[in-house]
C-alpha cells in the first residue's frame, strides 16, 4: 500500500471511528463545515446524494467530514489535515474554511458553498470555484421596513468571518437611502452575541448574520431580541421558525446540490479555474407571523403574498 493510501486510511479511522478502515477508493473529497450547522449539515445530506447521482458514489470516493470549531486556528487544522494527505478536492462550507483552504494550498481544487458573495470574500482562485448564498439584502431590508418603520439596526457579526463582516457591509451601504443608523455589535461567540444585544440600547431591529460563531445558539441570541421586544431577521435559512421575524435565505439543499455537481466536474478532469461561481435559484422568503402578533406589528398584504411560507 502506498505512503498516501496508507495515511488516508489512517485519516478514515481517525476521523469515522471505524474499528477497521475500508480499501480507499478511486477519489478521496475532504469536508470542512464550519460549526456542523443545520443548514450545513442539511446541503452535505444533498451534496452526498447528488455526488452519487453523478457516479461518484461510496465505491468510487471516500468523503470525509470535519466540523471544527468556528474560529481560525480550527478551520486551518481542519484544512490542514486533507492538505496533508493530498485530497483530490477539498469542499468548504462557509467562507472562512474556504479561505482557509485556498491559504493552505494553491494546488488541491477546493468548491466552497455557503458563501455569501464569494467575489466580495475574495474566495474565487485559480483553484477554485463553488456556489453562492447571496439573496437580495435590499429586499430582505425594504421588507422588514413596511412591516416596522426601524431606524436603528443592530447587526451581529464576526469580525473573523468574511462573509458575516460583508453582510455588515452590505447594510451599511443600504442604510443612508433606506433611513436608519447601523449599530455593529462585533463578536465571536453566541454568549458573546447573546450579552452584547442584551446590553445595546436603542436598535429597534436586528440583524443576525451568517456568523457561524452566532448561528450556533442563533435561538438563544433571538431569545434576546424577543425580551428587548424587537424583530430578528437573517438570511440564515431556519431561523424564521427559531423565531426571527424575517428570513430570506438559499435552499440548503440546492447548495449542496449545486456544489456537488462542480465537484463531479472536477472528478471528472475540468479546472476549477475555468468554473463559473454558480448561484441560488431556489429562495425562501419565511415569515413569522406569530412573532409579528407578538411584537404588535401588522404585516402588509403583499408582505404576506410574495412569503414563501408563513408561520402561524
Not at 436603542?202 to 442563533?218: E, N, T
Not at 431580541?225 to 424587537?230: E, G, L, Q, V
Request: charged fraction near 20%; charge should be positive.
Amino acid at each position: 500500500m502506498s505512503c498516501r493510501k496508507t495515511v488516508l486510511a489512517f485519516l478514515a479511522v481517525l476521523l469515522l471511528g471505524f474499528a477497521g478502515a475500508a480499501p480507499a477508493a478511486e477519489k478521496t473529497v475532504g469536508v470542512v463545515m464550519s460549526g456542523d450547522l443545520a443548514r450545513y449539515q442539511e446541503a452535505h445530506r444533498a451534496f452526498v446524494t447528488a455526488l452519487a447521482r453523478a457516479g461518484f458514489d461510496q465505491g468510487r470516493v471516500s468523503i470525509y467530514v470535519q466540523a471544527p470549531n468556528p474560529d481560525p486556528m480550527s478551520w486551518t487544522n481542519s484544512v490542514r489535515k486533507f492538505v496533508g494527505v493530498e485530497a483530490d478536492v477539498i469542499v468548504a462550507y462557509g467562507a472562512p474554511a474556504a479561505l482557509a483552504a485556498l491559504r493552505e494550498t494553491s494546488t488541491i481544487p477546493v468548491v466552497f458553498t455557503y458563501v455569501y458573495d464569494p467575489q466580495a470574500c475574495g474566495v474565487k482562485k485559480r483553484n477554485s470555484t463553488g456556489v453562492s448564498s447571496k439573496v437580495p439584502m435590499l429586499t430582505l431590508l425594504k421588507t422588514l421596513k413596511s412591516i416596522t418603520p426601524y431606524s436603528r439596526l443592530a447587526v451581529l457579526y464576526n469580525p473573523d468571518e468574511k462573509d458575516s463582516a460583508v453582510q455588515l457591509d452590505e447594510i451599511k451601504k443600504n442604510a443612508p437611502g433606506l433611513g436608519y443608523q447601523v449599530l455593529e455589535l462585533g463578536v465571536k461567540s453566541a454568549k458573546e452575541a447573546k450579552a452584547k444585544l442584551a446590553s445595546s440600547n436603542g436598535q429597534d431591529a436586528v440583524y443576525i448574520s451568517c456568523s457561524a460563531a452566532v448561528d450556533r445558539d442563533s435561538a438563544g441570541v433571538i431569545d434576546v431580541a424577543d425580551r428587548k421586544k424587537i424583530p430578528a431577521v437573517a438570511q440564515v435559512s431556519g431561523l424564521a421558525e427559531k423565531g426571527a421575524l424575517l428570513a430570506l435565505s438559499p435552499s440548503a439543499s440546492e447548495q449542496g446540490e449545486l456544489a456537488a455537481a462542480l465537484v463531479a466536474r472536477i472528478l471528472k478532469g475540468e479546472r476549477p479555474g475555468d468554473m463559473a461561481i454558480e448561484t441560488s435559484k431556489k429562495v425562501d422568503l419565511v415569515l413569522n407571523l406569530k412573532v409579528a402578533n407578538a411584537l404588535g406589528l401588522k404585516v402588509p398584504f403583499d408582505v404576506l403574498n410574495v412569503a414563501t411560507k408563513v408561520i402561524k
